[in-house]
Every structure is written in C-alpha cells, then in structure tokens.
C-alpha cells in the first residue's frame, strides 16, 4: 500500500513533503507513531535513531514491534514495519544514541526538520542544542499519562528546550533514605541506590549505610551498636558497601545479614532516632516470617508481578537476582558497571525484593513488583491514544514547517480534561519568544567571556578541590563537539605553568575557535589565552 497524497495537499506542500529529508529522533511510543504518520503521509526521505532494542513491555502500544522483535533494534525494525506500509519510501535507521559523537551538527544541517520523540531530558537537551547550532527546526513532544505537548523550537524565533528551568526531578533527605524511611518511595529509592552501590558506578551520594551524621540522631551515633551482640562484626571501621560486598563475594546470605541486620541494629542504636517513631526489627536470614513456595515459577509473570511478595519470597528473589547480578557483572570488562534499567529482570528483581525486605522491617507496607517498576522508573503509565495524538500533531506542525509558515506552529497541549472551553487539545495563543537570559540560545551569551583558551575555576567546597579547566573550541566546520576540555589540572593560583592541556599540545595546534554564535577569531582568542596564563 503506498501513499498516495496527490490531491490530498496543495502542490507546493505536496512538493515539500516528497523532497525533504526528515530525522525521527527516538523510535518508542511516539516516535513508531510519527513514522508511520510519516510513511503514509507521502514523505520520502526519513532516517529514525533509536538506541535501545524492543522489549516485551512496549508492544502494547509500539505497535510496529510485535513478539518475535523483542531483542532487537527498535529503529531497524520500525523501518521495516514502516516500509511494509509504502516499502519505495527511503529510511535509513541507526540503533545507536543521538547523542553520540557521529551525529554532529553537520549531520543535523541535512535535515528539513527534526522530530523528537524521546523520554529523557538529557537527550532532548542534546538535540535542543544540535538544531540551534545547525540552525534546523525541531519539533519537540512529550505524553506524561492522558497528557501531552508539542512545540517548535526555532533558532531565535521561539524558545528552546531550555530557555525556562525545569522542575528538578524529586528527591529525598539522605537521612530519610538511609536511616528512617516512612514511605514505600523511600525503600524503593535506598533500593535503586544500593543496587549502584553494589554493582554500578559508585556515587558516594547515593551512600546506604546508617548516617550517622543524621541530624536527628543527635550525637548518640551508634555508639551501642559497636558493642557486643548489638553489631556481629564488630564493625568500628565502617567499610564501604562495595567493599564489604566484594570481600563476601556477593554471597547473598552474607549480604543480607549487613544489610537487614547488621545495619538495622547499628540504626537502633541511634536512640534518638526512634524516640517518636516505631523502631525497625532486624531480620535474620533463614527465619524471615510467611514462606510461600513456588515464587520462581517464570510461566506466571503476570500474576507474580502483581502479587505482594511474601518476605520469603522476597529474599528468594533477592537471593537469586544477587547470583545473577554478580555474574552480570564479572562478565563486563574491568572498570564497567552494570547500569539499572526496569527492563532488565533481575535488576528489577533485586530493587523490588530489597525494596519490600525493608518495608517489612521499618513496618512499610510493601508493594507489589509492578507497582515498585513503576514508582522506580517514575513512570506515568504511557496511553497509546495520548502519544498517536501527539504525534499526529508533531506531523501537523510538520506541514506548516515545510510550507514555511512558522506563524502556525504555536505550541499545543494534550489536556487531562477538557477546558473551560471545552477543548482537551489546546493550542498556545502565539509563539513564545526566546528568553533573552537563555545561556543556550540567547545570541547574547558570549558575553560570559567564555572563548578559546578560558580557564574556568570550579572548587569542591566540601574537599577542597581546586580544578581549573581548559576550554578549547573546535573549528566551525569540524562535525563534532563545539565545546572540548582537552585538559584539565589541579593547579594553584600563581603557577600558571601548570594550566597546560594535559596532552601537551596547546590549543594553536587545533583548528581554532567557535563558540556558538561567538565572534572571536583565532588571534582574539590566543591573546585572551595569554593573558588570561598571565593573571
Ligand atoms: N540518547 C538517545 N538516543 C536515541 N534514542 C533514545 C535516546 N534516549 C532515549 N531514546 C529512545 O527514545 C524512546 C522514547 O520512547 P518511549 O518514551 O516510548 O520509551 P520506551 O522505553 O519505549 O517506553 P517506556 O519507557 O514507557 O518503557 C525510547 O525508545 C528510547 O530508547
Ligand atoms: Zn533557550
């Protein structure tokens, strides 16, 4: 079935859709939709990125994936599915992520107009600031639920993804997470943590242990638990989680002796602590309460991921995903960490079973494995309906692009409810205009005075890190990163010699200088260089 759009469309949109390239950014929810919309509405010439492959949990709404794709790449068999609706269309797919260096500014300068459909703001920052730099439209969307949006970003005529702060994603007190969670969330969150303690990048923000610098605790920081029975191991060096699980080879009985008994009794010994709350009960492995047989029967996943798990079940899964876990592990080269994905079963697994063991212990009540994926990924439930409107309109706005009527192209939100007019689909009244402060995409930010050759300061308030950092720009017609530190080195004020980009080279060996949208040329900026060294 090809599309046939003659007719259908003005001559000159007709014309507009058959020879623009276009670039469908994410091949998920939204973006199999605009592909489709895409394919069927006449245009030729598409390429579709997308890093990740197909799981099961997409084809209830992926509907170009279906059960025997799960495992592959979500972008190749989007083109597929998309060319058996017109197979003379033109799609080249990449399974790999936008953000990679192979996709610079010069490879979005080929492109009419650029369509996101991601779910990650990290990305979209990225693909915010390609368009801007290759000066190519982009049309922004998102769904959250029954919600959603699309709107333009044009190079200084509408805003961009950044022009406004967002709202930071929520987070929690250390101290709640690490000493008195409440609230099922705080399990969970103290879980995800643990997991990257254990077998992910180590950030010593995400720490699990007891805090014994909890505010709260008032200065009686464990000092029973280091006596006698309170603390087995005698345990007056804390080491660290990674370190303790590396020492005990991931043995999970061992693991979860420090985790649900060890440190529960080093929490009650912060009296203070639960002078106004109900006390944590310590658990023993091998006489958790309520053993309920046949949790690992894999052909009842539905039912097993809805049921509350008893925390018998809870440490057999916990227990098992910890094996599975490790070996992930030992298989990926030295230095790679596993990184978590709700995806990924026994990631899932693990978070989920620690998760409800200290519930159960802090009298939390627990959730159920499906309720505890989504709080964990923080997933609204994605609705099918909400993301094909969506990328209806992203294709709507599409049209007004290629037609050059950019007037037209106001942003419009998917509501939850219809208006007090009525309208559940409701278009801003104009464009939003950038906002000059914007230190994206203001034309005014080379004012900051970052060019060639800065040197920036950037100190570590709590440890006394001092870093100066070696900004150098690449040349304007290189297809990569406009920005490059090309070194960086501790260095103290008056030892200029030291600021050196650590390769030795300095920064008159590279092609020389661009900020985006910066006037300076390479004489400007080795002067600045210069005497910037000098101070
Ligand atoms: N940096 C990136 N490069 C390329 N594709 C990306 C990048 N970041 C995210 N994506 C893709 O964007 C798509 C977003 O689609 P969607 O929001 O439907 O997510 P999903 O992972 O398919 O579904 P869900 O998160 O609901 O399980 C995903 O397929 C994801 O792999
Ligand atoms: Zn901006």
Known sequence: ????????????????????????????????????????????????????????????????????????SKAEVARESALSFNPTVNIKAYHDSTMSADYGV?????????????????????????????????????????????????KQLTQCYECLPKAPQKTYPGCTIRNT???????????????NQLFGENDPDMDVSPDTADPDAAGDAGMAALKGEANDQ?????????????????????????????????????????????PPKPLVFGEVPDAVAGCSNETDAVLKDQKIWSVAECVEIFSSSCRNLYSQQQRL???????????????????????????????????????????????????ATSNAIVAGLVVLKAFYVLRGQLENCQSVYLRNKPNHKNVQIVPEACLVEPNSKCYVCSPKHEQMGVVNGSILKADDFLQNYELNIVIVQRCLTRDGPLFEIIGSETAKPGSP???????????DD???????????????????RKRKLET
């Open 106 to 154: 010069n490879f979005f300068k080929r492109f009419a107009v650029v369509m996101n459909a991601l779910d990650n703001r990290m990305a979209r920052n990225h693909v915010n600031r390609m368009c801007l730099a290759a000066d190519v439209p982009l049309i922004e969307s998102g769904t959250a639920g029954y919600e959603g949006q699309v709107e333009l970003i044009k």
């Open 333 to 383: 080269d030295l230095g790679d960490n596993l990184v978590w994905d709700k995806d990924d079963k026994d990631a899932m697994d693990f978070v989920a079973s620690c998760a409800n063991i200290r519930a159960y212990i802090f009298g939390i009540p627990q959730k159920s494995r499906f309720d505890i994926k989504s709080m964990a990924g923080n997933i609204i439930p994605a609705i």
């Open 510 to 528: 590279d092609d020389v200088v661009h900020v985006i949208d910066g006037e300076s040329t390479s004489n400007a900026t080795s002067s600045i």
């Open 1 to 72: 079935m090809a599309a046939s759009i003659a007719g259908v469309f003005e001559n000159d949109l007709q014309q507009a859709i058959n020879s623009s390239k276009v670039f469908v950014v994410g091949a998920g929810g939204i973006g199999c939709e605009i592909l489709k919309n895409l394919v069927m509405s006449g245009f030729n010439d598409i390429e579709i990125i997308d890093l990740d492959t197909i799981d099961v949990s997409n084809l209830n709404r992926q509907f170009l994936f279906h059960k025997q794709h799960v495992g592959k």
């Open 497 to 507: 010699e030291k600021l050196q980009p650590e390769n030795g080279q300095t920064d």
């Open 181 to 195: 969670p409440s609230e099922p969330i705080h399990c969970i969150v103290w879980s995800k943590h643990l997991f």
């Open 234 to 278: 005698g345990n007056v060096t804390r080491v660290t989680t990674r370190e303790w699980a590396v020492k005990s080879n991931y043995d999970p009985e061992k693991l979860f002796r420090k985790l649900f008994h060890d440190d529960i009794k080093y929490l009650l010994s912060m009296g203070n602590l639960w002078k106004n709350r109900t």
